[in-house]
């Protein structure tokens, strides 16, 4: 009787994970199968075909799109990581209350929805006389990279203990010297952490950037919301595929990364 | 030798409005093991974490071998640290720990080299230079940190509370290394614990210090058997307080017994602490007893018994002792002259602190 019911249950658990996985994948499995497909129906199986990727390299648009968006993601993150990891050695070394309150406004624009962060940034750009274009597209992505980067950064920092770095000094260390020797490896993880899921971040925005863009200049998002109004191409799914393989990778490193470092250590 | 190298004078630091250090001054000689003893909250790690730079005194000098050094910072000083929580960098081998110090003063590769040989030999800790942080015990993680300090030739080494991770066991063990690479290296070792016995056991001089005053300084015979106030001879070992009248030069009177004692210098009729060790104290019959009182308590201990006497005005004498004394037995106490400790009874709970002699 037992047995029966072990089975069923087991049975039923599986079950229950594969309704879950397709939920969650089979949209995305369907548009990377219709990128192949050489009939633009979406209905039908035409046979297999590679056109529709050599379609989205040949053009200029998606190519130029392509690039703003690497470089806006490239920068932004590498900016935010170096003001982000500035930022959460002052907080830890704070005093609790200040430090408490400065994390609070930190993880404001995380929380906040990107419309009314997109919007904002718009007018404010627009207040200042800055002309949109690449550089508020940017300014605004290392915005709203700041916080993750300090929210990786920061366990890290306080796994680390302040002797270690005062162990540096004792030593005959410069600051300088003891904070790139001593502390920025044991940090390092939780940096490289931060600066992956920023550039995601930054890979994955529509909205912010949808409004601090101008006119002009498009990312990959942008441009995909574009073209979706003129009627969607078989070349946005090849472009959709390559992005979703992308940030997948970036994600399975960012979180793959830290482990394996510390799976060498032992 | 009398030669002091470090002279701390009149340092006041405080904390966010909590007085640490109140017009602290000690000096302390080349070549000797000196030990900042007191329960936590006393001052004493702030006092080395002024020394070693870590903290500003907010008055007062600190002079290093002639030179007032307050203003220069811990890399500049010729000092080194053993840090409480060893504070090894994880990400380095136990050859590029120890080597930390030598590669920024730019010394030759072949120089460093036999450094870090000659002190993992003096930790007993040879062939560990491969090995990674994470793969040794507390004991070995501490004797590295101590190897990493003496390579680079401190003339001074701090020690701050090094041993207190550490199980009882090896705690000894390392108590004695520690003897030994001080008189080996002949360099001076100023020494934080909350720990009396091993304050007993390494110093040459113990600073006893609470609330941030030097309660007494002396060598660990002269803390222990001289305890120049309540506070001392109760945080250094187990002891009866007693309040007592100093009769007259010799003669003191405790719950109306008189004792011979070998104090002077109290004047005649003078309200006194006085303080008897437990093991200073004879069990005898009691026809012979100075005092009479009846066994309360006790407990086996292994070396000796230890034993409450309940005297006839209530004080509840703690003893240890080879002989036994049933509980319910009467018994009586008596004590050597010598074993007899006076001290000045403190005017206020202020002069408590403060310490008689100040």
């Known amino acids: 009787m037992n047995r029966i019911k072990d089975n069923f249950n087991r049975i039923w658990q599986d079950f229950y994970l594969v309704i879950i996985m397709v939920f969650l994948y089979a949209p995305i499995a369907t548009m990377m199968v219709l990128s192949f497909n050489s009939s633009k129906s979406r209905t039908q199986w035409g046979g297999f075909t590679l056109q529709w990727y050599t379609q989205m390299f040949a053009s200029r648009n998606i190519m130029d799109a392509l690039y703003n968006t690497l470089m806006i993601a490239f920068l932004s993150a590498l900016i935010a990581t170096v003001i982000g990891t500035a930022a959460s050695i002052a907080i830890n070394s704070m005093k609790a209350v200040p430090r408490t309150i400065l994390m609070g406004i930190t993880n404001i624009p995380m929380l906040n929805a990107d419309i009314v962060t997109g919007i904002s940034l718009m007018l404010a750009f627009i207040a200042f006389g800055i002309s949109l274009g690449f550089q508020t597209v940017l300014i605004a992505h290392i915005t709203f990279n700041i916080p993750y980067v300090i929210l990786s950064v920061m366990p890290k920092l306080k796994q680390t203990s302040r002797y270690t770095y005062e162990a540096a000094m004792d030593l005959g260390a410069s600051p300088i010297y003891a904070f790139f020797h001593v502390v920025f490896p044991d940090i390092l993880p939780g940096v490289l952490s931060g600066f992956l899921l920023a550039f995601t971040m930054s890979l994955d925005d529509f909205i912010i950037t949808h409004f601090t863009r101008g006119a002009g200049i498009n990312t990959l998002s942008t441009l995909i919301y574009s073209e979706v109004r003129r009627g969607i191409k078989p070349s946005m799914y090849a472009l959709s595929t390559v992005i979703f393989v992308v940030v997948l990778l970036l994600l399975l490193i960012s979180n793959f990364a830290p482990r394996r470092k510390q799976a060498d250590q032992t | 030798m009398g030669q002091s190298l470090i002279d701390l004078q009149n340092i006041y630091k405080s904390f966010d409005g909590t007085m640490v250090l109140d017009d602290l001054s000690l000096s302390v000689k080349e070549n000797t093991f000196v030990t900042l003893l007191g329960p936590s909250g006393c001052g004493k790690t702030t006092t080395l974490r002024i020394i070693g730079g870590f903290e500003t005194q907010d008055s007062g000098n600190v002079i290093f071998d ?53 002190a993992l030999k003096l930790v007993n800790l040879d062939g560990f230079e491969n090995r990674s942080v994470d793969s040794l015990s507390g004991g070995q993680q501490q004797r590295i940190a101590i190897a990493r300090a003496i390579v680079n030739e401190p003339r001074v080494l701090l020690l701050d509370e090094p041993l207190g991770a550490l199980d009882l066991k090896l705690r000894q063990d390392m108590q004695y290394e520690l003897i030994r690479l001080k008189n080996e290296l002949g360099i001076t070792f100023i020494y934080v614990t909350h720990d009396q016995e091993e304050a007993l056991t390494m110093s040459d001089t113990i600073v006893v210090m609470n609330q941030g005053y030097i309660q007494q300084m002396g060598s660990p015979e002269q803390i222990y058997n001289e305890p120049e106030n309540a506070f001392v001879a109760d945080f250094i070992g187990e002891s009866n307080i007693v309040p007592g009248i100093m009769l007259h030069d010799e003669l003191v009177e405790i719950f109306g017994a008189k004792f011979a004692c070998v104090d002077k210098g109290f004047g005649i009729n003078r309200p006194v602490d006085v303080v008897i060790r437990p093991e200073d104290i004879d069990l005898v019959e009691p026809s012979r007893g100075t005092l009479v009182g009846t066994c309360t308590h006790l407990i086996f201990k292994g070396v000796h018994y230890e034993m409450e006497i309940t005297t006839p005005d209530g004080f509840e004498w703690l003893v240890h002792s080879t002989d036994m004394c049933p509980v319910g037995q009467e018994v009586g106490i008596h004590v050597d002259p010598f074993d007899i400790q006076i001290m000045n009874k403190p005017a206020s709970e202020d002069e408590e602190a403060v310490g008689v002699n100040e």
């Open chain 2, 66 to 118: 002639g030179t007032e050094i307050s203003k220069l910072p811990p890399n500049k000083r010729q000092l080194n640290t053993v840090f409480q929580k060893y504070a090894l960098f994880t990400h380095m081998n136990i050859a590029e720990n120890i080597a930390f110090g030598l590669k920024i003063k730019g010394k030759s590769k072949p120089y460093i080299q036999d450094k870090i040989k000659y």
